[in-house]
């Protein structure tokens, strides 16, 4: 998953995702944890915002918390627990099956349903070891700096990511309204799409494999156990 401004219209989604966003989120979750982190991916749900209006205050609210979740990563010190978080995280507030799929193209369509539960189980592992290390450094920070004009339904906002003895990172996150809430569907850095970075490197390793799936995601889960 630089420092810019992303161009908006140019990085448009069209088609269709995934219903009951939440809903598929906690089954995710369920797949991969225990209790402790089920209640805290539901303690995360519960701090939904309305969107009636779509109001700039309602946009804070939602991409502030996701901000002090992802900070929180490692509160604890312990790598497991912050593996648990940035999990619960992704259940709450991404829409990581529709991230998944996009990021896969055509060969989704190709796909065994096999294939495609091991690619999603791996492309969440991968999302969260590349946020970890976007994370990882002591004293690094997330500060919301404000909304970007929406596309479509769709809404844009931005954090400063700061770390001590770096440039500022300015990501920008992509939330598809989703009931009283959103989900996150991209994040853009330095006016790149991450879900679209990865659908190229992901195009790229098929191509070399001759589209063997297993190649893939043999590749995705070696990346993250890095």
């Known amino acids: 998953m630089a420092e810019g401004e992303p161009n908006a219209c140019s990085d448009a989604r069209n088609g269709t995702f995934v219903s009951n966003h ?21 303690s995360l749900l519960a701090l939904s915002t309305p969107i009636a209006a779509a ?12 901000n002090e979740a992802s900070v929180n990563f490692f ?44 690619f999603l189980e791996a492309f ?10 976007r994370m990882r450094p002591e004293g690094t920070t997330l500060t919301f700096i404000g909304v970007r004009p929406p596309v479509g339904e769709d809404e844009l906002a931005a954090s400063r990511r700061s770390t001590p003895g770096k440039k500022d990172q300015i990501w920008i996150w992509w939330m598809r309204p989703d009931g009283q809430s959103w989900r996150i569907v991209d994040l853009l850095l330095g006016g790149h ?11 790229a390793v098929l191509e070399r494999n001759n589209g063997d799936m297993k190649a893939l995601i043999n590749f995705m889960r070696k990346r993250a156990a890095q």
């Open 22 to 42: 939440r809903r598929a989120g906690l089954r995710w979750v369920r797949r991969h944890a225990g209790p402790l982190l089920i209640a805290l991916a539901w």
């Open 55 to 66: 109001s700039e205050d309602a946009i804070r609210a939602f991409v502030e918390r996701v």
């Open 75 to 118: 509160s604890s010190g312990s790598e497991a627990e912050a593996r648990e978080r940035c999990r619960a995280l992704l259940a709450a507030a991404f829409d990581v099956p529709a991230m998944g799929k996009e990021a896969l193209g055509r060969a989704w369509d190709k796909a065994t349903e096999d294939e495609r539960k091991e």
């Open 124 to 133: 969440g592992e991968d999302i969260i070891s590349a946020y970890l290390r």
């Open 193 to 203: 799409s991450a879900v679209s970075t990865e659908a190229h490197e992901y195009a």
